[in-house]
Nanobody, 124 residues
Framework: VQLQASGGGLVQARGSLRLSCAVSGRTASSYGMGWFRQAPGKEREFVAAISRGGGILDYVDSVKGRFTISRDNAKNTVYLQMNSLKPEDTAVYYC??????????????????WGQGTLVTVSS
């Protein structure tokens, strides 16, 4: 499984970005997907997860109401719509796949395939 994240960039606070994660090598509809982020000097943290069919979602508290994870299995792509961005959202964002499960959840260890990351910078 190969994951390619894109869509990062520089945005002002209260702005929006949509990240995309293109999945190749195996049908994305077979497993759960997630987004994580890593800010400078900090550990990688969970952001959002979506189940194989899209019916189960979860978010870290700090992004609830602002971020939305979704997937288009026909396009083998997972998205992260980010609205009302804050400077503290600045990080490298990674998409990940839990290829052994229909739901990866919030733990990093559940995910066994990772994309290369895309940088999101939010200016104040």
């Amino acid at each position: 499984v190969q994951l390619q994240a894109s869509g990062g960039g520089l945005v002002q606070a209260r702005g929006s970005l949509r990240l995309s994660c293109a999945v190749s090598g195996r049908t994305a509809s077979s497993y759960g997907m997630g987004w994580f982020r890593q800010a400078p000097g900090k550990e990688r943290e969970f952001v959002a997860a979506i189940s194989r069919g899209g019916g189960i979602l979860d978010y870290v508290d700090s992004v609830k109401g602002r971020f939305t994870i979704s997937r288009d299995n026909a396009k083998n792509t997972v998205y992260l719509q980010m609205n009302s961005l804050k400077p503290e959202d600045t990080a490298v964002y990674y998409c990940a796949a839990a290829t052994g499960s229909s739901w990866g959840g919030t733990g990093r260890r559940s995910y066994d395939s990772w994309g290369q990351g895309t940088l999101v910078t939010v200016s104040s």
